[in-house]
């Protein structure tokens, strides 16, 4: 009985949650983000944050952060990129920040970025190897929306990958009703 009940006031907490978030979109901001591959790097550095892209749920407006994004303002060639590597994501991450920074209030809506090999943790340790100060954003800000589906619909509720299967069956869904 105790973890059937454990289950239904994780469920309703996490139904509840997403509600919040909606009824807020105005103060919710979807993260995503792209790095250097992280397998095959038993010894070797972190991987490096190479774009980050922020929408705000209500308007849909994406600003995205990128080290090309980045080159291209300072005018370094495609073939220079990679002498100024570092230099280029320390600059797309202080912009980052400072999105971060002015946006401390909102909801960051996630997908598993939890972790210090994929997440907050691991671009917040790119900055700090790159010498930066990342702003931190509070825990109770941090919404990860792979967790709440979980809560919500179970363990089981779709097939390992989850997002990527999510995504297709909301392309077939979607598909369908334009029919």
């Known amino acids: 009985m105790g973890q059937a009940w454990s289950k239904i006031q994780k469920r309703k907490q996490a139904k509840s949650k997403l509600s919040e978030l909606m009824d807020k979109s105005d103060q919710v901001i979807v993260i995503h983000y792209s790095c250097e591959s992280f397998y095959d790097r038993?010894?070797?550095p972190s991987p490096r944050i190479t774009s980050i892209?922020?929408?705000?749920l209500e308007s849909g407006q994406t600003t995205s952060?990128?080290?090309?994004?980045v080159a291209e303002?300072?005018?370094y060639s495609a073939s220079a990129l990679e002498q100024h590597y570092n230099d280029l994501e320390k600059l797309m991450l202080d912009e980052f920040y400072e999105y971060v920074h002015t946006h401390s209030s909102y909801f960051w809506l996630h997908w598993n970025m939890r972790h210090i090999q994929y997440g907050f943790p691991a671009i917040a340790h790119r900055y700090k190897v790159l010498q930066g100060n990342p702003e931190e954003i509070a825990g109770s800000k941090l919404v990860d929306l792979s967790r709440l589906l979980i809560s919500i619909y179970g363990d089981n509720y779709i097939a390992h990958t989850r997002l990527s299967n999510l995504v297709e069956i909301i392309e077939v869904v979607g598909a369908t009703i334009a029919i």
């Open 73 to 75: 303002r300072k005018g």
């Open 53 to 56: 892209a922020v929408r705000d």
């Open 65 to 69: 952060f990128s080290i090309h994004q």
């Open 42 to 44: 038993p010894d070797g």
